[in-house]
């Protein structure tokens, strides 16, 4: 068992959906018209959770759903990760509460990670390289799960719109077959990390009288991301090489869908076909952590990713941090 696989993806959204309408009325009561900020970000619906559910109740549906599609139990892991920006809890740890949900055995590691946006990718990566130098982990279970519209602010027309709210669950298993895991890249730049900030007030202030609502929010300074596709082309490019592919070995593309512009500009840089790039933010919205895994589980559900097909994962983290990856599904 030299190398780690992904054997499942499920997904887990919400049932109620919205529709760009619904926020464009609710911006133009602000006197604000946001219909071409919605077209540029490719926004069409996406999937809002309700009083009853959070970043734990999407993880523990998504872990039994992609667990019964796997044909696998909870003694059948060995290791439980669980990546989201806005957990329900700090104490105790997320991936805690999915082990017990799953019935999980007591010879399992049991970890939750925050890396924004990349996080679920991260964690995926992290998981592989770890499962690879220990010969006692066979299974993982990796789940992002964010719940990110009750924390944006709604008279913020960058977020309250665009994000939205699922959960994604992979599981990796170690495998003497041909293809999984080919290799990654992280990069990181923490130059302009205040530009956005949860809550805004930070942590240690929460409890302070006198605070509004607005400060223990989600705080967004408006900036230009569309740069950071010059740092995923630079990263594919330095993978293919020490990889020895070439640039057409790769099928697909599943980038972060935080807009659809990553995929138009991706597919100009590279000079690929923007078919091979998955774009499912018009279905799902932005879900953060968990975006890039909707796409894949999206390709796999369509046939458009076949077994042995190499697929390049890529996502971004606030402000900024990228994971760029290749496997051969």
């Given amino acids: 068992m030299n190398n780690v ?19 464009i009325d609710h911006f133009k009561s602000q006197g604000k018209e946001i219909s071409g900020l919605l077209n540029a970000f490719g926004r069409e619906k996406r999937y809002i959770i309700d009083n009853e559910e959070n970043t734990i109740t999407m ?54 990670t925050n890396t924004n946006c990349a996080g679920m990718l991260v964690t995926v990566e ?23 519209s009750i924390h944006c602010r709604n008279d913020d027309e960058l977020t309250y719109p665009n994000f939205a709210d699922g959960a994604a669950a992979v599981i990796l298993e170690k495998t003497d077959e041909d293809g999984g895991f080919i290799d990654s890249l992280c990069k990181s730049n923490g130059a302009t990390w205040e530009a956005v900030k949860y809550p805004a007030c930070g942590m240690s202030k929460v409890y ?29 490019h330095v993978l293919l090489n020490r990889n ?18 990553f995929a138009t500009l991706g597919s100009e840089k590279l000079g690929v076909d923007i078919n091979k790039f998955i774009y499912i933010g018009d279905v799902y919205g932005y879900t953060g952590t968990s975006s890039p895994f909707i796409a894949l589980y999206e390709g796999i559900k369509t046939g458009k990713i076949k077994r042995g097909d190499i697929v390049c994962l890529w996502s971004v983290a606030i402000n900024w941090t990228i994971c760029t990856m290749l496997i051969r599904y």
């Fill in 5 to 23: 696989k992904i054997l499942k993806v499920e997904v887990y959204h919400p049932e109620k959906h919205v529709d760009n309408s619904f926020y």
């Fill in 59 to 112: 993880g523990i549906e998504v872990a039994n759903k992609v667990l019964k599609s796997a044909g696998l139990e909870g003694k059948d892991i060995d290791m439980v990760l669980f990546s989201s920006q806005f957990p329900e809890y700090t104490f105790p740890s997320q991936s805690l509460i999915i082990h017990n949900a799953i019935n999980g055995k007591e010879d399992c590691m049991c970890m939750d």
């Fill in 126 to 148: 992290n998981a592989i390289r770890s499962m690879m130098g220990n010969p006692h982990v066979k299974r993982a279970l990796v789940i992002g799960s964010d719940y990110t």
């Fill in 208 to 236: 302070k009288e006198g605070l509004s609502i607005r400060d223990r929010k989600l705080d967004w300074t408006p900036f230009d991301g569309l740069f950071i596709i010059d740092n995923a082309v630079t990263s594919i």
């Fill in 244 to 261: 020895n592919l070439k640039i057409d070995e790769i099928e697909n593309y599943c980038f972060s869908q935080y807009s659809k512009a």
